[in-house]
């Protein structure tokens, strides 16, 4: 059995591709401190899959820590998520993302380089593009991340690539997520954002949990109803891509660096978001147009071609699945 450490396990994506880990027979290991999830989640996985998952509650900044715990264990391969992800918060706490995203990256290469992890999986972000550049983005697009959250994401690729020009046998694959949204189908796990949350759909149903009203930012874009086009994947679909990456890395015989868009291809509007949460969930959205939000660009897009001519990786899900499980999951209130 091949044995995998998820660095993040308790978080939103984390905590999905454990699940689909679990099911396609990986042994798995965890290392999460809670600062941006709960403990609840291994709870959750075992209900879901019957199995237990082992977490080590440590920080990944933690290298003195990570040493002695991890002083006699092996690992096959690491996916490291473990990063705060918050765009906004970025620009008013560089220092905080830096030393966080870097640290536990670091951290997460020291575990691989002592417990001779030769397969790396890295979370990266669209959000490295140049987002003047050219959409749907291909994996040659420019980059140039406007914020420091993005920042550290481009470094961290950065520091990946080094790491691996200096050493024989590595294996990594850094990975694009667009914008992963919903929840489990189960609706045992999903996104559960400390504070207000970030993005668009839990948004969307925060506000209307709370019967509050939201904010589409800006109707005056070159779009067909002006509104902004992203590419929302299924964090599901997003889980089942790092299966798709595992089971090409083990089919490598050579040492590999390379880099894949996760996304659908599909670009879809806020408008249609919202229009797509009313009809599937029977519901009225209360909302109001307001200004643009700085930084946005009209469409952003990925280019999937090559995950899914190279990672044989399809996507299952809709976006009818993503706002039906996301909202399902907002009413079940699971903390
Ligand atoms: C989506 C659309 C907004 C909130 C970010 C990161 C990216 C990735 C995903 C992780 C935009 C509009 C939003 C609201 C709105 N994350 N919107 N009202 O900006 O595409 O991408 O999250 O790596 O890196 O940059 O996602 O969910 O913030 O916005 O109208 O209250 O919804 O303008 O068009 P974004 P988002």
Same mark, same amino acid.
């Given at each position: 059995?091949?044995?995998?450490?998820?660095?993040?396990?308790?978080?939103?994506? !984390?905590? %999905?591709?454990?699940?689909?880990?679990?099911?396609?027979?990986?042994?798995?290991?965890?290392?999460?401190?809670?600062?941006?999830?709960?403990?609840?989640?291994?709870?959750?996985?075992?209900?879901?899959?019957?199995?237990?998952?082992?977490?080590?509650?440590?920080?990944?900044?933690?290298?003195?820590?990570?040493?002695?715990?991890?002083?006699?264990?092996?690992?096959?391969?690491?996916? %490291?998520?473990?990063?705060?992800?918050?765009? !906004?918060?970025?620009?008013?706490?560089?220092?905080?993302?830096?030393?966080?995203?870097? !640290?536990?990256?670091?951290?997460?290469?020291?575990?691989?380089?002592?417990?001779?992890?030769?397969? #790396?999986?890295?979370?990266?972000?669209?959000?490295?593009?140049?987002?003047?550049?050219?959409?749907?983005?291909?994996?040659?697009? @420019?980059?140039?991340?406007?914020?420091?959250?993005?920042?550290?994401? &481009?470094?961290?690729?950065?520091?990946?690539?080094?790491?691996?020009?200096?050493?024989? @046998?590595?294996? #990594?694959?850094?990975?694009?997520?667009?914008?992963?949204?919903?929840? %489990?189908?189960?609706?045992?796990?999903?996104?559960?954002?400390?504070?207000?949350? +970030?993005?668009?759909?839990?948004?969307?149903?925060?506000?209307? &949990?709370?019967?509050?009203?939201?904010?589409?930012?800006?109707?005056?874009?070159?779009?067909?109803?002006?509104?902004?086009?992203?590419?929302?994947? %299924?964090?599901?679909?997003?889980?089942? /891509?790092?299966?798709? /990456?595992?089971?090409?890395?083990? &089919?490598?015989?050579?040492?590999?660096?390379?880099?894949?868009?996760?996304?659908?291809?599909?670009?879809?509007?806020?408008?249609?978001?919202?229009?797509?949460?009313?009809? +599937?969930?029977?519901?009225?959205?209360?909302?109001?147009?307001?200004?643009?939000?700085?930084?946005?660009?009209?469409?952003?897009? /990925? +280019?999937?071609? &090559?995950?899914?001519?190279?990672?044989?990786?399809?996507?299952?899900?809709?976006?009818?699945?993503?706002?039906?499980?996301? =909202?399902? =999951?907002?009413?079940?209130?699971?903390?």
């Amino acid at each position: 059995m091949k044995r995998v450490l998820v660095t993040g396990g308790a978080g939103y994506i !984390g905590s %999905h591709t454990i699940v689909e880990l679990l099911n396609n027979g990986y042994a798995v290991t965890s290392i999460d401190n809670f600062s941006n999830s709960t403990s609840k989640t291994f709870d959750r996985i075992f209900k879901l899959t019957g199995k237990k998952v082992k977490n080590y509650n440590i920080d990944l900044s933690n290298h003195k820590k990570l040493e002695s715990i991890f002083k006699d264990q092996e690992f096959d391969a690491i996916i %490291h998520f473990a990063a705060f992800k918050a765009v !906004g918060e970025s620009v008013h706490e560089p220092l905080k993302y830096y030393d966080n995203n870097l !640290g536990s990256l670091l951290g997460a290469l020291k575990i691989a380089y002592n417990c001779n992890a030769q397969s #790396i999986i890295y979370s990266s972000s669209a959000t490295v593009y140049d987002q003047n550049e050219k959409t749907p983005f291909t994996e040659k697009s @420019n980059l140039n991340p406007l914020s420091p959250y993005g920042m550290t994401k &481009k470094i961290g690729e950065d520091i990946l690539f080094d790491y691996f020009k200096n050493n024989s @046998n590595l294996k #990594i694959l850094s990975l694009r997520y667009f914008n992963p949204a919903g929840a %489990h189908p189960s609706i045992l796990l999903g996104e559960n954002p400390k504070g207000i949350p +970030n993005n668009l759909i839990p948004i969307i149903t925060k506000s209307l &949990k709370e019967k509050k009203s939201f904010a589409v930012f800006g109707n005056t874009y070159k779009t067909p109803d002006k509104t902004c086009i992203r590419d929302y994947i %299924h964090v599901v679909d997003v889980a089942r /891509a790092h299966i798709s /990456a595992l089971k090409y890395l083990e &089919k490598k015989e050579i040492r590999i660096y390379d880099v894949f868009n996760i996304g659908t291809g599909y670009g879809t509007s806020v408008l249609e978001i919202i229009k797509a949460f009313e009809k +599937n969930n029977s519901v009225k959205l209360n909302y109001s147009i307001k200004g643009k939000r700085q930084g946005d660009v009209p469409i952003l897009l /990925a +280019n999937v071609k &090559k995950a899914k001519k190279i990672l044989s990786f399809k996507i299952k899900y809709t976006i009818d699945d993503i706002v039906k499980t996301a =909202w399902e =999951w907002e009413k079940k209130n699971l903390s």
